[in-house]
């Protein structure tokens, strides 16, 4: 991942893909997007009431795109 001032820190021309062992959680970066997915229970459970003050708005939930 790439950190620069005005865009924070981002995947930045890569794909970026951390996953636990099982496959049960973990996070996926998208480069055009600047998008970080993070997904299973175990994971939001921990980091979900962060994650809008650390990322702003969510885009999609469950795979479906978030109303404006």
């Not at 865009?7 to 049960?24: M, N, Q, S, T």
């Not at 055009?32 to 921990?46: N, Q």
């Amino acid at each position: 991942m790439g950190c620069t001032a005005d865009a924070g820190c981002g995947p930045v021309g890569d794909y970026y893909i951390h996953l636990a062992e099982d496959f049960r959680f973990g996070t996926f970066g998208h480069p055009w997007e600047l998008s970080l997915c993070v997904f299973g229970d175990d994971m939001l459970d921990l980091v979900e009431s962060d994650l809008h003050d650390v990322l702003g708005k969510v885009m999609r939930r469950d795979g479906r795109q978030i109303a404006a």
